[in-house]
């Protein structure tokens, strides 16, 4: 394949196909000559499945987009419609994990669960890593007394979880349901990305204590579990962010004297569009209403969303994105059109 030297140095989709021009793998770039080139590169520290493609590879084909977002969504797009077979990851729909809260149960507790349905309940998420979620909510269950039981009717003399003390017992009335729900609220603010100073007060003290007492390995795994509670607080500070994004994102396209506009509403794509001249006027009304919740999304759109959510964050100081929420958010984008329209194809 020596393709390669006559491909664009530009954003893109890259395709690798095989005999009988079977489409082997499909993949993206901000650099497409360059990403090509490093798959025909010996001894680079290939995986095996590298090498396999390598070696079936016949000819390769590119699809210039003008932005990185753009080749992102058409990547994610033609990988679930065409199945490759080195696209083994990314071809399948994944069913990511939410965090679940039964406001209607008396006693509710925090679970992990991968069914989004309409039944009145709060959920959290998208995440990607199931055994990290499933830690965080036996630290925060343990941590604030919360039941982990699925009821307490079965629960007659309390469980091994009372008799460490890491349960607050409901099943055994020893905590009221305005006291349960104090509590729950703590993690419903941990889980929105509100500060709990007094969740971190406590934490801080139990580690002072017992540094004082020379438990010092206690200590350490006092201060170990602030850090990690931190760390889940700034990501969820960062969903947060994510879930209510409405965005328009203007760059130029693969094509000069072009640009695409994508509109975002609540971190998913509602629509792109590609101008060749300046629209006389924008209305953003029809961009600006109420996101549906997460669970009426179908399964297929949230892997969009964690691209397109993903990439606005990294890139939410660029001038190409323009927060709908700002003032003058149309004027801005009349704008930015004209100037995307003067400028050359995107390029890294």
Not at 37 to 51: K, M, V
Not at 201 to 225: I, S, V
Not at 244 to 266: N, R
């Amino acid at each position: 394949m020596d393709q390669w030297q006559q491909l664009p140095d530009l954003p893109g989709v890259y395709f690798f196909y095989g005999a009988g021009d079977r489409l082997l793998y499909v993949g993206k770039s901000i650099r497409l000559r360059q990403r090509v080139r490093s798959y025909l590169r010996a001894g680079g520290g290939h995986s095996t499945q590298t090498e396999r493609l390598k070696f079936e590879a016949q000819t390769v084909q590119v699809k210039t987009t003008g932005s990185e977002l753009a080749a992102l969504l058409l990547e994610n797009r033609l990988i679930k419609e065409h199945l490759p077979p080195f696209n083994r990851a990314q071809r399948r729909w994944r069913h990511y994990p939410f965090l679940r809260l039964d406001l209607s149960d008396p006693f509710p507790r925090l679970e992990v669960t991968r069914n989004l349905t309409e039944d009145g309940a709060e959920y959290y998420g998208p995440y990607r890593d199931r055994p990290y979620l499933l830690g965080m909510v036996k630290q925060l269950s343990v941590l604030l007394g919360l039941r982990t039981c699925a009821g307490l009717e079965a629960i007659q003399q309390g469980c091994l979880l009372d008799q460490m003390d890491r349960c607050s017992a409901p099943c055994r009335g020893w905590i009221s349901s305005d006291d349960y729900r104090a509590r729950l609220e703590q993690v419903r603010n941990l889980l929105t990305g509100a500060a709990v100073p007094d969740l971190f007060a406590q934490l801080a003290a139990r580690m002072d204590q017992a540094a004082a007492q020379e438990h010092y390995e206690q200590a350490a795994r006092w201060r170990d579990q602030m850090g990690t509670l931190q760390h889940f607080v700034d990501h969820q500070r960062w969903r947060k962010h994510q879930v209510v994004l409405d965005a328009c994102v203007i760059q130029p396209s693969a094509k000069p004297g072009e640009c695409q506009v994508f509109w975002i509403q609540g971190g998913r794509l509602a629509e792109s569009q590609t101008y060749t001249a300046p629209p006389h006027r924008h209305t953003l009304a029809r961009y600006q209403t109420p996101s549906p919740p997460m669970y009426r999304l179908p399964q297929h759109q949230l892997d969009e969303f964690h691209l397109i959510a993903t990439w606005l964050y990294r890139n939410q100081q660029a001038p190409e994105v323009i927060w709908l929420q700002e003032p003058n958010a149309e004027a801005r984008i009349g704008e930015r059109i004209e100037m995307a329209l003067k400028m050359p194809p995107s390029r890294p």
